[in-house]
C-alpha cells in the first residue's frame, strides 16, 4: 500500500489537464506513478516530459530501451519496474539476485569495473 495516497483524478478538476495529456499518452489509464506524483502537478509534468523524450526522442531501439529501463530498476530496487518491463523483453528477474536470470555473478557492475 502506497504511504502517500492515490490521487483520483475525479476528485482533483483542478488537475484535468495533466491527467488528460498523460492518460492520452498511456492508452487511456493513469498509472499508480503519476497517480503519486499529481500530489506535485509541477513534478509530474517534468517526469512525463522527460518520460517522453526518452521513449520517442532518442534513437535506441525499443529493447535497448526496456533493457535500460530493467537494469535501472535492478540496480534502484524498484520490483515493480522490474516486473512491469521484464516480460516486453523476454526477461525474467532473478528474484533472490535482483539481477536478470542467468546472468553471471556481478552482473553489469563487474563488467562496469
Keep these: 500500500m502506497a504511504r502517500i ?18 492518460k ?11 497517480r503519486l506524483m499529481l500530489h506535485s502537478p509541477m513534478l509530474a509534468n ?6 517522453q523524450a526518452v521513449r520517442y526522442g532518442t534513437e535506441i ?6 533493457l535500460a529501463v530493467i537494469r535501472v530498476a535492478i540496480l534502484n530496487d524498484v520490483e515493480y519496474v ?10 525474467e528477474v532473478d528474484d533472490a539476485r535482483g539481477r ?3 546472468e553471471p555473478a ?5 563488467e562496469i569495473e
Aim: proline residues 5%.
Design 82 to 91: 522490474q516486473r512491469a518491463h521484464g516480460p516486453a523483453v523476454g526477461v
Design 61 to 66: 531501439d525499443g529493447q535497448c530501451r526496456e
Design 106 to 110: 556481478g552482473g553489469l557492475e563487474a
Design 46 to 51: 517534468a517526469w512525463f516530459e522527460l518520460n
Design 100 to 102: 536478470v536470470a542467468g
Design 24 to 34: 492520452g499518452a498511456r492508452g487511456g489509464r493513469l498509472i499508480n506513478i503519476y
Design 5 to 22: 495516497p492515490l490521487i483520483e483524478e475525479t476528485d482533483h478538476p483542478e488537475l484535468a489537464e495533466s491527467i488528460a495529456k498523460i
